[in-house]
């Protein structure tokens, strides 16, 4: 299975912090924000992972992240020349799909959770159809809400709906099988322009092959789209980390558990870092993380 992590956007709601720099850069404590979706396809098993952002920002991503070797991945990059959607992500990454599963994320969504791992993996396993992640939420109206039945089999995908049919948002983490590029490309761009990522999801789920996991109680998914949320993603990091002592989105560690590297790669890693979070690396490789 491929990975996507899709970094792109002007993120103009954010000005004058974004101005001269990706969103998917600035820090959410004490990583840069990439690092939490990138640590999610590696949770998932995922080792070639396509990074697409600006013209703009992409050396930026390439000085950060390199070849993806160190993390005993391959990362590869692609420009996205103007927001095109979501589902535009699919077009640009054809010939890095190759007509093979892929999983999307959002360069500025954070998930969190001890279940988490088994799900990603589950969903990864999955031969045919889609699969999409539900989030309960407080305001439905102001994301795309999944509609249930008796049975919580997905009915309707409606974006931001004046009358939810229930609580569980779309989060930004999608998996599809070997049909996706061809299904992105058969959608009808909206009036903005853009190849929506509803309008795919809804493609599956009348061939009746769209699934939904729920990430409820001890998962948390947080979004980072305006200056409240990207000071409450970074103290909720810190919380976690400081109570329970270990980090959350740190790639080197995730690759490390995941046997992409091996401990004495780590602890070389964790030479590059004079600061406590190079200490943590070691104490990882030590068995003491």
């Not at 799900?119 to 249930?148: C, D, H, M, W």
């Amino acid at each position: 299975m491929k990975g996507i992590i899709l970094a792109g956007g002007k993120a103009t709601r954010l000005y004058p912090i974004t101005k001269s720099i990706s969103k998917q850069l600035l820090p959410i404590y004490d990583k840069p924000m990439i690092y939490y979706p990138l640590s999610v396809l590696m949770l998932a098993g995922i080792k070639d992972i396509l990074v697409i952002s600006t013209p703009e920002a992409l050396g930026s991503f390439k000085a950060l992240l390199g070849d993806g070797k160190d993390f005993g991945v391959k990362i590869s990059y692609a420009i996205q020349p103007k927001p095109g959607g979501i589902g535009q992500a699919f077009v640009i990454g054809e010939e890095f799909i190759a007509g093979q599963k892929v999983c999307l994320i959002l360069g500025d969504n954070l998930f969190y959770g001890d279940r988490l791992s088994a799900a990603l993996q589950k969903a990864s396993r999955k031969k045919e159809g889609a699969t999409i992640f539900g989030y309960p939420v407080n305001n439905p109206k102001e994301y795309g809400v999944i509609g249930l039945d008796s049975k919580n089999k997905v009915i309707s995908i409606e974006e931001k709906p004046k009358k939810p049919k229930s609580k569980w948002a779309v989060t930004g983490l999608y998996f599809y099988d070997k049909n996706i590029v061809k299904i992105a490309k058969s959608v009808k761009p909206s009036k903005r322009g853009e190849v929506e990522i509803t309008d795919i999801n809804k493609v599956y789920l009348r061939q009746k092959k769209l699934d939904v996991q729920f990430l409820g109680r001890g998962c948390a998914w947080l979004d980072t789209g305006t200056y409240e949320s990207l000071i409450e993603a970074s103290i909720f990091i810190k919380t976690i980390q400081e109570r329970q002592g270990l980090k959350i989105g740190c790639i080197e560690e995730v690759a490390y558990r995941m046997g992409f590297i091996s401990k004495k790669q780590l602890e070389k890693l964790a030479q590059g870092f004079k600061t406590e979070y190079g200490l943590y690396l070691k104490k990882v490789a030590n068995g003491d993380g």
